[in-house]
């Protein structure tokens, strides 16, 4: 961060719901590429994603999914990227989103599940769940946890995704909303889901871009980005999905109009709570599939 600009005028500024300058990097806990100075992500998209019926198509989604765990990993078969991701004695919590105006897609838990099961995981290891996860009898248990949801702003945080889809893993959510949950990586940090995140997934199908008030959605805010930004660091990933917000508000907008609140939340995931990466040359981007509009 230049010298001559404050940490307080850079959030209010907007240039962290870009997260356009370099930050300083102390600690990096969700690499597998043995302590790699830049967290791996993958972006893929097809434009073949959705049916004429507007529904995801389950068989396009699965080979997305597939493919993107192909390039994260490094591996050459897909049954030995799951295995670098799980063994088949671990207890598996699936994080999924529930919000009814943008939800986890269906197609995309069961893609998940799929793979799950075919690496091992008995059913009964094996959970879907969002908001009832601190009774959840597997999610109680689990050694491992699977965190995808959908990319939306929000009017607390400033974009609701990867970091903040752990806020049901607390039984006070309300803790976390002062100073536009400027602190939501803390829950990172709790017993209940420290060191068990395996992979992330923040889904990119159609995003919500703008909107104002604490329940709001308008579908005219939402766009066919057709995609799915996936990685084991939820910090780069929520990262690149907060530049491609931003991009798309320029481009709606016409004008610069920085996300607000500013999503600094993710930018304090990396200086303040050293959960991972957000400065973008600390992240080791990859596009794959369809490229037209990618908004970076």
């Known amino acids: 961060m230049p010298a001559h600009i404050s940490r307080r005028q850079f959030?209010?500024?907007?240039?962290?719901?870009?997260?356009?300058?370099?930050?300083?990097?102390?600690e990096h806990l969700f690499s597998k590429s043995n302590n790699s100075a830049k967290s791996k992500v993958v972006l893929i998209r097809r434009k073949d994603l959705f049916?004429?019926?507007?529904?995801?198509?389950?068989?396009?989604?699965?080979?997305?999914?597939?493919?993107?765990?192909?390039?994260?990993?490094?591996?050459?078969?897909?049954d030995e990227a799951w295995a670098a991701i799980?063994?088949?004695?671990?207890?598996?919590?699936?994080?999924?989103?529930?919000?009814r105006p943008l939800h986890t897609p269906v197609e995309l838990e069961q893609a998940i599940k799929k793979r799950l099961l075919e690496a091992g995981i008995e059913e009964k290891n094996l959970s879907i769940d969002d908001r009832g996860v601190l009774n959840n009898p597997v999610?109680?248990?689990?050694?491992?946890?699977?965190?995808?949801?959908?990319?939306?702003?929000?009017?607390?945080?400033?974009v609701g995704s990867l970091i903040k889809n752990y806020i049901m893993f607390v039984p006070n959510p309300s803790h976390y909303h002062p100073d536009s949950c400027a602190d939501l990586a803390t829950i990172?940090?709790?017993?209940?889901?420290?060191?068990?995140?395996r992979l992330n997934i923040l889904v990119m199908f159609t995003p919500l871009f703008h909107?104002?008030?604490?329940h709001h959605f308008n579908p005219k805010f939402t766009w066919r980005y057709k995609g799915l930004i996936v990685g084991f660091d939820p910090v780069a990933v929520d990262a690149v999905g907060v530049r491609i917000i931003q991009n798309k508000?320029?481009?709606?907008?016409?004008?610069?109009?920085?996300?607000?609140?500013?999503?600094?939340?993710i930018f304090l995931a990396e200086t303040r709570h050293h959960l991972g990466y957000a400065d973008p040359q600390?992240?080791?981007?990859?596009?794959?599939?369809?490229?037209?509009?990618?908004?970076?």
């Open 51 to 78: 049916s004429k019926k507007g529904r995801p198509n389950p068989h396009v989604v699965q080979e997305m999914l597939d493919k993107a765990l192909l390039e994260l990993t490094g591996k050459p078969k897909i």
């Open 249 to 265: 508000r320029r481009l709606y907008f016409g004008e610069n109009r920085p996300i607000n609140p500013p999503p600094k939340h």
């Open 86 to 99: 799980v063994n088949k004695e671990d207890i598996v919590g699936i994080k999924s989103n529930v919000w």
């Open 211 to 214: 909107g104002i008030g604490p």
């Open 139 to 158: 999610f109680k248990k689990a050694t491992a946890l699977i965190n995808t949801r959908p990319m939306r702003t929000h009017a607390w945080s400033g």
């Open 282 to 296: 600390k992240i080791d981007l990859v596009t794959l599939g369809w490229q037209e509009e990618i908004l970076l």
């Open 11 to 26: 959030l209010k500024s907007g240039l962290a719901a870009g997260l356009t300058l370099p930050l300083p990097i102390t």
């Open 188 to 197: 990172w940090k709790l017993p209940i889901v420290k060191d068990k995140t």
